[in-house]
């Protein structure tokens, strides 16, 4: 196109027009309705206008011919695209995407496949870490997964260095990151896909359910390791998170906690940050069993994996019950529609369709989840006893992110402290609970062995 306004522009003004040649004239007909256009601009520039194999006439027969060659390169350029989104339908049909590839993928030749999908590291570890920890409650929004993002200088960014909150958005809501092809275009819902899944459908529909629920505040970008307990200590008197600030001294800054609810007896006072950082550490060592309660636990945790597993045989018999359900309720509704001509019953029936069918895939999926892998009891049980045997230890030691990981484990709500009386005793997790109930009967039966 840029080729035929090139002479347009040249010859404006020129009292001989420019000679313009095609050298075929099939490329200047599929640009449609345009060629009757830029033509006759051309003519009205008095510009001469050849053609190797086609003669250009000034005659009603000539203009004429042209407009039906037009037609034709209209026709055709259209009969190609319905061609292109039909074989592109197919092959999502097929379980393969077909658009460009979504940010923890590329595109890779396979035997047997062509190009599919397979994840593109290190992005598709840092997706992965990125949904499930919104998941799970690790990022509390949409902004913290930005954040999260925007660390990682490897991860797509724009040309300030930002990551676009529509795009954490799309990526929490993009399907295709279960394994699934889902396409408002072509009207497909939830097929199986052929490339690897990066997430499960469980955390799919956790990630949905926490999107549609009310948001949380995001952490804030100064919460680091000076002030570790901002937003999880809290005043003794009105139960507020308390807020943290340097106050600059004669020499030196000093790091206080305050409260800022004017209501409050403790509005304005500051609390030094050591004084509630040495009450909460005391906490965090009394919550150190002993090796005997660690032996004990290891034998309830087997015991109550060995429960869990014969529980999930029979869930995993029920799942598949129901799935057989859902196949027979979506070949009713199919048959229905058939039967049926009126466009808003024929909706109604595709949208309940679509609900199965997402259904469906989630049961199938949890059919083969359901059951855990060789080995994965002696994984989680080394990973939860590292956690309750020596919390301190990773209090000590650990990054910010496992020291707030512990805040949320360890404790069911905040560790409030009064300015006057020191803290209060806070509430522990159930597990922690759990030790700290052993712990005082052993001791009890101890006693009484001894008397």
Request: with cysteine; hydrophobic share 35%.
């Amino acid at each position: 196109m840029q080729e035929i306004r090139r002479p347009l522009r040249m010859g404006c003004g020129c009292k001989d027009g420019p000679l313009v040649v095609f050298e075929d004239l099939q490329p200047a007909l599929n640009i449609g309705g345009m060629v009757c256009t830029c033509l006759g601009g051309l003519r009205k520039r008095r510009a001469t206008i050849e053609c190797l194999n086609f003669k250009f006439e000034e005659t009603p027969e000539g203009e004429f011919i042209e407009t039906i060659m037009a037609a034709q390169g209209a026709l055709e350029r259209k009969q190609n695209g319905r061609q292109v989104a039909q074989k592109m339908k197919a092959r999502m049909q097929s379980g393969y995407w077909v658009h460009n590839a979504p940010v923890g993928y590329r595109y890779k030749s396979v035997k047997g496949h062509g190009k599919l999908l397979t994840p593109d590291e290190p992005h598709a570890s840092v997706v992965r870490e990125a949904i499930e920890g919104f998941a799970i409650g690790r990022y509390q929004s949409q902004v913290e997964v930005q954040r999260f993002l925007e660390t990682k200088p490897y991860y797509p960014h724009n040309n300030g260095g930002k990551v676009l909150a529509m795009r954490v958005t799309d990526l929490l809501k993009n399907p295709i990151y279960t394994g699934h092809i889902c396409s408002e275009v072509y009207e497909l819902n939830w097929l199986r896909g052929q490339h690897e899944p990066l997430i499960s459908m469980e955390t799919y529909d956790k990630v949905q359910k926490r999107l549609a629920s009310t948001g949380y505040a995001p952490e804030r970008k100064n919460t680091g390791k000076d002030f570790v307990l901002r937003g999880f200590a809290t005043c003794g008197d009105c139960s507020t998170p308390l807020r943290s600030s340097w106050s600059k001294g004669a020499r030196n800054y000093y790091a206080y906690y305050s409260c800022h609810t004017k209501d409050c007896d403790s509005y304005g006072k500051s609390i030094p940050r050591d004084k509630i950082k040495g009450a909460f550490e005391q906490i965090v060592r009394t919550l150190q069993p002993s090796p005997k309660l660690t032996a004990l636990a290891r034998v309830i945790f087997a015991q109550a994996w060995e429960a869990r597993l014969a529980q999930a045989k029979d869930t995993k018999r029920s799942i598949k019950r129901q799935v057989v359900e859902i196949e027979k309720q979506i070949e009713k509704l199919v048959a229905r529609i058939m039967d049926t001509s009126n466009e808003a019953v024929i909706s109604a029936y595709e949208k309940r369709i679509k609900a199965l069918e997402q259904d469906r895939v989630r049961m199938k999926q949890n059919i083969d989840r359901i059951l855990p892998k060789a080995g994965t009891a002696e994984e989680i049980l080394e990973l939860s006893l590292q956690l309750l045997s020596n919390p301190w230890k990773i209090w000590k030691n650990g990054n910010l992110t496992l020291r707030r990981t512990l805040l949320r484990l360890a404790f069911t709500e905040g560790f409030s402290y009064h300015r006057n009386s020191g803290h209060r005793t806070p509430e522990i997790s159930l597990p922690f609970k759990a030790l700290g109930v052993f712990q005082t009967g052993m001791k009890m039966n101890g006693a009484a062995g001894e008397n």
